[in-house]
């Protein structure tokens, strides 16, 4: 079992930013790809952007390109999410997600975080 616990949420207005983080109980072969997500009132999850921690690679989905960044730190097992030039748009519950395949579903990764909550005011 993978234990995933998020932190680093909070109120910030506007235009500013916030570093969100996600450390891991451990990493397997079943958590080779790390994750985050959002979901926002109403909506559905959607992904943000991920990780693989062999290589560093990343992706983003197209909302937050230029705007976020994902990052990872293989000695403590854990994964960043660097959010700069923020709107109320982004104002959702964010999660952090593990799985071993490179993937932008939620159905393919098998374990998540409890969720941090990211408000973003006007």
């Known amino acids: 079992q993978v234990q995933l616990v998020e932190s680093g949420g909070g109120l910030v207005q506007a235009g500013g930013s916030l570093r969100l983080s996600c450390a891991a109980s451990?990493?397997?072969?079943?958590?080779?790809?790390m994750g985050w997500f959002r979901q926002a009132p109403g909506k559905g999850r959607e992904f943000v952007a991920l990780?693989?921690?062999?290589?560093?690679?990343?992706a983003y989905a197209d909302f937050v390109k230029g705007r976020f960044t994902i990052s990872r730190d293989n000695a403590k097992n854990a994964v960043y999410l660097q959010m700069n030039s923020l709107t109320p748009e982004d104002t959702a519950v964010y999660y952090c997600a593990a799985g071993r395949t490179i993937s932008f579903s939620t159905s393919s990764y098998d374990y998540w975080g409890q969720g941090t909550q990211v408000t973003v005011s006007s």
């Open positions: 451990r990493r397997t072969g079943s958590t080779s790809v």
């Open positions: 990780t693989i921690w062999s290589s560093g690679g990343t």
